[in-house]
């Protein structure tokens, strides 16, 4: 047998060896994943403290109301805790979500976890709690309703591009970005946003239990660290899993319950990748592991929530 014959069956062994690898890894993520989701599935069953977490830019989720309707109605869950990490969203995916956590709560207990940020609609779902627990440091408040439309007339004018309409009414489909708001168009928006407004101060004042012209002073849009919002009485307690454990005593919730994560599953892919990266790191691949954390693809810059990224300074200034 010459040289390039052995040097061809060399080549071709290790091409074998790496496909067989490569089924076996697969294989063993299959099973990790199948394992994941098994288990955590049968783990919702015994009782337990769920957890939520409710994160980003807050709108009309069905997905997560429909979770939150499954918490209300398991048997299992003695209790649950929403962590919040949100600047706010729309004024009516914050209703529905917090009429969601109402229903909860009205069967066992709520509490309302304020992490890094929960302001407007993120506090709106906060007070849907029996219990608002947030950081030192953490941003809450911005009690208030904006309306915000794009003015691009000006900009058509300089291109020569002119915008011309026929409608049924004076105010239908206004304010339009194609022409400055009437008077009396902004006057149609004023008074939705006056009720929208009027609505978010009543719903602070009950589940506060304050009177609603001090809850007025605090509602002109100001944002709050957690111990300024202690002082107003917009939230209950500064502390964290601690603290939150032993409110849940108080109501009778073992501190011994299991605390487990309600949150959205992740996608198929993500959840063979998140498995495979575990065999990756007990073979020794470190390096090559840490694709199952954003964290290690992504910018810090891009993982920052809230008014955080307006703070950082980038580095290549």
Request: no cysteine; charged share 25%.
């Amino acid at each position: 047998m010459d040289s390039s014959m052995i040097a061809d069956r060399h080549k071709l062994r290790r091409k074998v060896t790496f496909w067989r690898v490569a089924a076996v890894l697969l294989l063993v993520a299959l099973g990790f994943a199948a394992y994941r989701f098994l288990v955590g599935d049968i783990a919702t069953v015994r009782p337990h403290v769920a957890h939520v977490t409710i994160s980003g830019l807050i709108t009309d989720d069905d997905e997560l109301l429909e979770r939150l309707k499954k918490i209300e109605k398991s048997d299992a869950v003695k209790a649950v805790v929403v962590s919040i990490s949100s600047p706010g969203g729309t004024t009516y995916g914050g209703e529905r979500v917090f009429k969601a956590i109402r229903a909860i709560a009205a069967k066992k207990p709520v509490v309302s976890d304020v992490r890094t940020l929960a302001a407007s609609a993120g506090y709106m779902i906060a007070t849907a709690g029996d219990m608002i627990i947030a950081g030192d440091s953490s941003i809450t408040g911005s009690i208030g309703v904006i309306f915000q439309y794009p003015q691009v007339k000006p900009l058509l004018d300089k291109i020569g591009v002119s915008m011309e309409e026929i409608k049924s009414s004076p105010l239908k489909a206004e304010p339009s970005p194609f022409h400055p708001a009437s008077e009396e168009a902004k006057a149609m928006i004023n008074n939705m946003i006056t009720d929208s407004y009027g609505w978010f101060v009543d719903l602070v004042a009950e589940r506060r239990k304050l009177p609603r012209e001090d809850v007025q002073k605090l509602a002109d849009g100001t944002i709050f660290t957690g111990r300024q919002a202690l002082k107003v009485k917009l939230i209950d307690q500064i502390g964290g899993d601690d603290e939150i454990r032993a409110y849940l005593e108080t109501r009778k919730v073992s501190k011994g319950l299991p605390m487990i994560d309600w949150d959205k599953k992740s996608s198929t892919p993500f959840l063979l990748a998140d498995s495979a990266s575990q065999i990756l790191t007990l073979l020794g691949y470190d390096d090559l592991a840490k694709a199952r954390d954003l964290g290690g693809i992504l910018p810090q810059k891009l993982l920052l929530d809230g008014l955080l990224s307006v703070w950082q300074v980038g580095n290549d200034r």
